[in-house]
């Protein structure tokens, strides 16, 4: 068995990593999306149904709204319904896997969108675990919202369907205990209204002071209360996915139950149907964070690999040294496409343009001085409820457009040219949520009303090296990453300076080496542009993995898949997830749709592939709402004046 490194305490020693047995069983509205949350300068097919099979024996809930509280905690998947069409259980694990330093439990909330055919039928291709990214990023909600959009890319009707499966990671969501760093809600609320007062670093020059002290005060109070059996210090990736371990084998001994049950138990189940302990597969895709649970899982565990997508990919080591420098190879370039393709297109697809010849450069000036002028002169809105639209406002704007091109950058554009006229109405609509507060009943489900950071700031922390900066140190880093991007480096650097005042240290910790030969070769997938993982991540991390093999998209946005259609990329995805097959080396796949309109009809003609066309904007709805730091901006990312534009 290969040896894998963790680190225990402050030093690191070799473990064999072996999965722990546990006896087999034998039983077989939708969810309050997000409510309203202040932005934090923190830093995150039409397949045919078949009727003819019976449905399985799920628990019923009786509550008119679905509550996690209502569902009982158990060591197997015992689902219940839950939400419209889904399924939901609350799966019981060990607090700490390996140094035995704590008896307790943890409760991880699972949801399963059942597959469109019985487990029986030949063309079921089993379960896809899948994560949002973050870290902090809820499955549980992304599942909800992205799921008919990703079954979209990985189901086909002539060679598999799939179970989707995500979760809430340890301290996320519906998961208990949950991370929080303040006793309630009202506070952390107001604590996030008075960061989002803050603004971003250059908004002001006490700016950078004040937050750096608000980061001292939370991080320090936070660490302070983690007790030696403290949560906090359990919740590093690699008890993520060894947690993601235990939901592979929970689900293949939830599917031989449910064989046996459609079989009636007149015949055998079929040898790969049954649970099969120790040596089940997983099929998985993970997005943004999600590609470093990813490769994390797959370096502890490279025998136990199926179909494998990481996309978005992030630079391990820069992840684990807490530098957080390596996201931004190619923000510019994703940003210079924004005044590209205004000039492309001009008046009045792009709002912003000018009503006669319009150059890159153009548009480039109009959106600086747009934004700066509102440095010194914030823009006052006269309506129902007074708003003032700010400097920092705009750069939040823009840092969420950058997420998903194709889908924000018209409305953004729409907004900087309404406040060059002085009209703030509409951006006052969008920022209406982030500036309510909002009270929600503990009996209410789905992941927290407050997408808070103590959550990221726990996992990312503890997953880091330690961290010893001062302030003048600090000033230094962020005036690196903004010269490194200037449109979003300043905010970037934040995720630093929260893990300087943050220093819980988890007993348990991997640290490498992200690397193997596993069982399924791996597919890395990343964008030309993508402003926070750069598609050089996936041609660097690919090369630590035998044959894996990295798959490009020349476009823009986060995450390839969720980001911008391509038919190349989903026809590749999809044939990985049926049969396996990898694309060449080097493939490069166009994209059939451009920000501001414009795409290669000839290309999305293809009926196999209308619906994942259709789809493929819920799907990038529901990563900019509830994975990577864009799903702190929630308020933003889900509101729907901005996506209507």
Same mark, same amino acid.
């Given at each position: @068995?290969?040896?894998?490194h ?11 990593? !072996? ?10 509205? !939708? ?22 099979? *019976? ?7 009786e ?33 700490? $896997? ?33 994560n949002p ?12 919202r ?22 809430? &990671? ?94 009636? !138990? ?6 790969? =149907? ?9 099929n ?19 025998n ?5 997508v ?36 001009? $008046? ?9 010849h ?20 914030? =823009? ?10 700010? $400097? ?8 969420l457009?950058?997420?998903? &091109? ?5 409305? @953004? ?9 002085g ?47 001062s ?8 005036a690196?990453?903004?010269? !490194?991007?200037?449109?979003?480096? #300043?905010?970037? *650097? ?8 943050y ?8 640290v ?6 596993? #069982?399924? &070769?791996? =597919? ?30 020349d ?20 044939? $990985? ?25 000839? @290309? ?25 730091? #864009?799903? =702190? ?13």
């Open positions: @068995m290969a040896m894998i963790f680190e225990k305490h402050d030093h690191e020693v070799e473990f064999e990593v !072996r999965a722990t047995q546990q006896p087999r069983a034998a039983r077989a509205r !939708r969810v309050l999306e997000y409510s309203a949350v202040a932005v934090l300068v923190w830093l995150g097919l039409s397949t045919p149904k078949l009727s003819s099979w *019976s449905k399985p024996t799920i628990a019923a809930i509550a008119k709204v679905f509550s996690w509280d209502d569902v009982a905690v158990k060591p197997i998947l015992d689902y219940v319904s839950c939400f419209d069409g889904y399924q939901c259980a609350r799966l019981e694990l060990p607090m700490d $896997y390996w140094n035995s330093t704590t008896a307790a439990k943890i409760a991880l909330a699972v949801i399963r969108k059942p597959a469109e055919v019985p487990v029986t039928h030949p063309n079921y291709g089993g379960a896809i675990l899948t990214g973050g870290p902090g990023g809820s499955g549980v909600g992304f599942l909800q992205g799921s008919a959009g990703l079954r979209a890319v990985v189901d086909s009707e002539d060679a598999k369907y799939f179970d989707l499966i995500s979760f809430d &990671p340890r301290g996320v969501g519906a998961t208990t205990p949950g991370l929080h760093c303040f006793q309630s809600r009202s506070a952390d609320w107001a604590w996030q209204l008075r960061l989002l007062e803050e603004g971003w670093f250059e908004s002001s020059d006490a700016a950078l002071g004040r937050i750096w002290s608000m980061s001292d005060a939370r991080g320090r109070s936070c660490s302070k209360a983690a007790t030696d059996g403290d949560f906090r210090k359990y919740v590093t990736t690699a008890s993520v996915a060894r947690d993601m371990l235990e939901i592979v084998e929970r689900h293949a001994e939830w599917r031989e139950i449910e064989a046996n049950r459609l079989a009636c !138990r007149r015949k055998p189940v079929a040898e790969h =149907l049954k649970h099969h302990h120790g040596k089940e597969k997983i998985y895709i993970g997005f943004s964070y999600g590609t470093y649970l990813g490769q994390t899982f797959a370096a502890m565990y490279p136990r690999i199926g179909r494998f990481v996309d978005g990919v992030v630079d391990v080591l820069d992840y684990r040294k807490v530098l957080w420098t390596a996201n931004l190879v190619d923000t510019e370039k994703d940003m210079d496409l924004f005044y590209y393709h205004c000039a492309r297109v001009g $008046y009045p697809a792009c709002a912003l343009a000018g009503e006669g319009n150059t890159a450069s153009a548009v480039k000036g109009r959106t600086l001085n747009i934004t700066q002028s509102l440095l010194h002169n914030p =823009l006052p809105v006269v309506g129902t409820n007074a708003e003032v639209i700010t $400097y920092s406002d705009v750069r939040n704007l823009i840092f457009a950058l997420y998903s &091109p194709t889908r924000l950058f018209a409305p @953004m554009a729409k907004l900087l040219a309404d406040i060059g006229k009209d703030g109405t509409i951006f006052a609509l969008v920022l209406e949520a982030a500036h309510t507060y909002s009270c929600r009943s503990d009996k209410e489900s789905g992941g927290a009303s407050i997408i808070s950071r103590d959550p990221l700031q726990a996992i990312a922390c503890t997953d880091g090296d330690p961290q010893s900066m302030r003048e140190e600090f000033e230094d880093y962020s690196d990453l903004a010269q !490194r991007s200037p449109t979003i480096g #300043s905010f970037w *650097s934040s995720v630093r300076m929260n893990c300087i005042h220093d819980v240290r988890a007993p348990h910790r991997f490498g080496p992200w690397q193997g030969n596993t #069982s399924n &070769p791996i =597919l890395f997938i990343g964008n030309t542009a993508d402003p926070v993982t750069p598609g050089i991540n996936a041609i660097n991390m690919a090369k630590t993995f035998e044959g894996a093999v990295a798959l490009i998209q476009g823009p946005g986060h995450c390839a898949v969720a980001s911008t259609y391509s038919r190349c990329t989903m026809g590749i995805v999809r044939e $990985y997830f049926a049969s396996g097959k990898m694309p060449p080396a080097g493939t490069v796949c166009p994209v059939n749709e451009l920000p501001f309109g414009g795409s290669d009809e000839s @290309m999305i003609e293809d009926a196999a592939f209308a619906t994942a066309k259709a789809l493929q904007p819920s799907l990038a709805d529901a990563l900019l709402a509830h994975g990577g730091f #864009s799903g =702190l901006l929630a308020a933003w990312s889900t509101d729907e004046t901005l996506r209507t534009l």
